[in-house]
């Protein structure tokens, strides 16, 4: 059996391709439910609604995501060097996030002016942060999935459950007496589903840990270690959401509401980065376990390419029928186009900076967190001078657009120094992007002019479909060569068993995993 072994790349590469496969499935669904509940909110609740729900939903999700401690992704190490014991590292880490979540639960339940700070507070809104436990600990019970390549569990708590849960019950809700505070309680029951949907597959794999209890100075020093991590997302957060604290500081609850329209469907393309992370973090702690450089830097490429090739073709589908798509959910939305013109393109930028990330959050943590923040103020400076902008100038690029156009600069001065960095620690290339997908790219946009001349209705279907699908043929054919197309090929299965076996074949055997990843810069 050991003549297989030859074939890890081909192995690890198949398990990438499986895993982002799955998770793909899963950015559809998500993408099929997020379209009916955004089009709920902007047609039966308003923009000024909207706006009010999405600045508290960001709060409760910065508190949650600062609850995890970083072990969202740390818990991969964890577990990566304690194979014996899997079980308690999830416990000791849901032990930790529990804790969090609580002390950040009641700092909200206190001063709920935190969330709902230019609206008058409902009864609901002094408890709405108490679904932050839940949060917290959906993501450490997920994470624990990943690290043995189970993504269904992804798939079916964060793409089908909590979405459709939270378009299903605004839309009951809507016809209630409970309608003003019918989006915050469908949030409630969503993240509740989602939670539910996370843990019981995690405890039915890792079963109740022997012998343990949770012992505060092991639970510290998880804490301590992850801490970096932990900056890092509170940075990356930023990145996401500073745009809108901003604008819920010097703007309407409606701009905000406008502004998280356009968000939510430029954000959907950043989601096709992500439904990597649960497989790559695994692989590419795997790798630097084994000091396997050159095959980490190989992964973050064809990663990169992957995610830069599929979402090219979202944003120009999406860029070109802008104003259309944001008509779609209200007459006020419509004039939110160049919101969404300037975060699409924050999506292309961001891309290649958060792939990378993943490599750097073990080779080079403190200068990974050290470029987060350096973008984060940049993005607070130049928002804080473009959001508030006055006068002929400010009428053109301030208030959304400035909040979008400063978040497109730190993206991309973070992917251009993030890149560069990994590439320096791996000594080996790392950029994903290519001379084919400009080749595929450029015909679509002259065959948007022509969609563009067509009536709305035309473009958000045969139009927006048809630039889709003369990118995919254009991609194929001219840019997707070898095991690229291994994220999209049928009849792979037998080549996937194969690969799996090879994995764990090589997982098992001695100094497979001597340690844990190299934290050089720890």
């Known amino acids: 059996m050991l003549d297989r072994l030859p074939s890890p790349d081909a192995a690890e590469t198949a398990a990438l391709a499986k895993g982002g496969r799955t998770s793909f499935f899963g950015y559809l669904l998500r993408l099929a439910a997020r379209f009916p509940f955004l089009f709920i909110a902007g047609r039966l609740y308003g923009a000024e609604a909207l706006g009010r729900f999405a600045y508290a939903t960001m709060i409760v999700e910065l508190a949650a995501m600062l609850a995890t401690l970083g072990l969202k992704r740390g818990l991969a190490e964890d577990m990566a060097r304690r194979p014996d014991a899997e079980a308690a590292a999830l416990f000791d880490a849901l032990s930790a996030a529990l804790v969090a979540s609580l002390l950040g639960a009641a700092v909200l339940v206190a001063f709920p002016e935190l969330l709902f700070p230019s609206t008058q507070l409902q009864p609901l809104d002094r408890w709405f942060a108490l679904i932050i436990p839940f949060i917290a600990l959906a993501d450490i019970a997920l994470a624990s999935l ?220 403190g200068r990974n967190l050290m470029w987060s923040v350096t973008g984060l103020i940049v993005q607070a400076g130049l928002s804080l001078w473009l959001v508030p902008m006055e006068g002929p100038l400010g009428a053109m690029i301030g208030g959304g657009v400035g909040a979008a156009l400063a978040l497109a600069i730190a993206a991309l001065l973070q992917s251009v120094a993030k890149s560069r960095l990994l590439q320096k620690q791996l000594g080996h290339p790392v950029a994903g992007w290519r001379l084919s997908l400009l080749v595929a790219a450029l015909p679509i946009l002259g065959l948007g002019m022509v969609v563009l001349r067509t009536p709305e209705p035309i473009q958000l279907t045969i139009g927006f479909f048809g630039l889709l699908g003369s990118y995919g043929f254009l991609i194929w054919r001219f840019a997707f060569k070898g095991a690229d197309r291994l994220l999209f090929s049928r009849g792979l299965k037998k080549m996937e068993e194969d690969a799996a076996a090879d994995l764990a074949l090589v997982s098992s055997l001695p100094g497979a995993l001597p340690g844990a990843p190299n934290t050089r810069d720890s």
Not at 177 to 200: C, E, Q, R, T
Not at 258 to 282: E, M, N
């Open 146 to 365: 990943a690290f043995h390549h189970d993504i269904g569990a992804q798939v079916r708590a964060r793409s089908i459950i909590e979405p459709w849960v939270l378009s299903i019950a605004a839309l009951a809700l809507a016809f209630t007496a409970w309608k003003p505070d019918g989006m915050l309680i469908a949030y409630l029951l969503s993240m509740l589903a989602a939670f539910v949907a996370a843990l019981l597959p995690a405890l039915r794999r890792f079963g109740p840990p022997r012998h343990w209890w949770p012992e505060p100075a092991r639970i510290w020093r998880l804490i301590r270690t992850n801490v970096p991590l932990a900056g890092a997302d509170l940075a990356e957060w930023g990145a996401r959401r500073l745009d809108i604290f901003i604008l819920g500081r010097f703007a309407s609850a409606e701009i905000v509401g406008i502004y998280y329209v356009a968000q939510q469907i430029a954000s959907l393309p950043q989601r096709l980065k992500s439904s990597f992370d649960p497989i790559l973090g695994p692989v590419l702690a795997r790798n630097l376990a084994a000091n396997n450089l050159a095959k980490v830097a190989a992964h973050i490429r064809q990663i990169s390419f992957w995610v830069a090739a599929v979402q090219l073709g979202v944003v120009l589908a999406f860029g070109l029928v802008g104003k259309a798509a944001m008509g779609l959910f209200g007459p006020a939305f419509a004039g939110g186009v160049l919101v969404l013109v300037a975060l699409l393109t924050v999506e292309l930028f961001a891309a290649q900076a958060a792939v990378a990330e993943g490599a750097l959050i073990y080779v080079a943590r």
